[in-house]
Antibody, heavy 116, light 113 residues
């Protein structure tokens, strides 16, 4: 039974960096899957941020204009998200998700608010 | 980016009846070399993450009741929910995985009439 669990600060100051982790259990981060981050906000709905393969290959949504970095830690079997220069528009629920063809397993999500 | 437009934005259907949700893509998401349409449907209940229902436009994910079915090809797709049950109240989203950036429809809110 695969489980994903996001964690990280729930409040980030404007212009700061949002950092989240996603712990994976029941599957190896080195399996033949891509590992994604997706966010959901009232204003923009569901928005794919980017993904990474265990080899380090990554794909990002150009709409994030180079602000985002996704990485994997094979020893801890987890992936991470860093989003720089955040604004109120980055306030959302952030999900990690496993993708083979599409997103078949999701974490419960973590709510992040950008506010001073 | 591929834009997915769902219709309607919301609908109310009586228990036991059929709900139909449409998803239109701004370009074809059919890949001729594989013969597949790269479209999925998700269900999201209040306070929960999205749950995969349908992939390759018409293949039910394991454990999904056969009341849920998907159809369509290239740019026009449909999610049909037969014999609507109370537990089907949720938002429904289509999503394309034909090309990056992967995109979602705006969602359809399904309620009981």
């Amino acid at each position: 039974h695969v489980q994903l669990q996001e964690s990280g600060p729930g409040l980030v100051k404007p212009s700061g960096t949002l950092s989240l982790r996603c712990a994976v259990s029941g599957d190896s981060i080195s399996s033949n899957n891509w590992w994604s981050w997706v966010r959901q906000s009232p204003g923009k709905g569901l928005e794919w941020i980017g993904e990474i393969f265990h080899s380090g290959n990554s794909n990002y949504n150009p709409s994030f204009k180079g602000r985002v970095t996704i990485s994997v830690d094979k020893d801890k079997n987890q992936l991470s998200l860093r989003l720089n220069s955040v604004t109120a528009a980055d306030t959302a629920v952030y999900y990690c998700a496993r993708r083979l063809k599409t997103f078949d397993t999701w974490g419960q999500g973590t709510r992040v608010t950008v506010s001073s | 980016d591929i834009v997915l437009t769902q219709s309607p934005d919301s609908l109310a259907v009586s228990l036991g009846e059929t709900a139909t949700i449409k998803c239109k893509s701004s370009q074809s998401i059919f890949f001729s070399s594989t013969g597949f349409n790269y479209l999925a449907w998700f269900q999201q209940k209040a306070g929960q993450p999205p749950k995969l229902l349908i992939y390759w436009a018409s293949i039910r994910e394991s454990g999904v009741p056969d009341r849920f079915s998907g159809s369509g090809s290239e740019t026009d797709f449909t999610l049909t929910i037969n014999n609507l049950q109370a537990e089907d109240v949720a938002f429904y989203y289509c999503q394309q995985y034909y090309s990056s950036p992967f995109t979602f429809g705006q969602g359809t809110k399904l309620e009981i009439e």
